[in-house]
Nanobody, 120 residues
Framework: QVQLVESGGGLVQAGGSLRLSCAAS????????MGWFRQAPGKERELVAH????????TYADSVKGRFTISRDNAKSTVYLQMNSLKPEDTAVYYC?????????????WGQGTQVTVSS
């Protein structure tokens, strides 16, 4: 089992920055990928960014490329999302996700979410 706890959300003015953190605990050695998703009011949950655990290969949604950076600290089992040049359209609940592999079965774990609100 993997438990995820997000932090760092809040209210920020357009053009500002926030850094989200997601700390994993439990069977973290099974994780092979972590990522951030977000869900805005009235919209579907969408991928923001992924990072593979061993190599650090990243994937970004087109809407955040050049503004957001995902990173990880393997020793701390923590993934970060640095969000710069924030726009009101970035307002959403941001969720951390961990993908794990255990005995040839894949599992997905989700954090509780953290609210990001960008004012104009």
């Amino acid at each position: 089992q993997v438990q995820l706890v997000e932090s760092g959300g809040g209210l920020v003015q357009a053009g500002g920055s926030l850094r989200l953190s997601c700390a994993a605990s439990g069977r973290t050695f099974t994780m092979y990928r972590m990522g951030w998703f977000r869900q805005a009011p009235g919209k579907e949950r969408e991928l923001v960014a992924h990072i593979t655990w061993r190599v650090g290969t990243t994937t970004y949604a087109d809407s955040v490329k050049g503004r957001f950076t995902i990173s990880r600290d393997n020793a701390k089992s923590t993934v970060y999302l640095q969000m710069n040049s924030l726009k009101p359209e970035d307002t959403a609940v941001y969720y951390c996700k961990a993908d794990s592999l255990h005995e040839d079965l894949t599992y997905a774990y989700w954090g509780q979410g953290t609210q990001v609100t960008v004012s104009s």
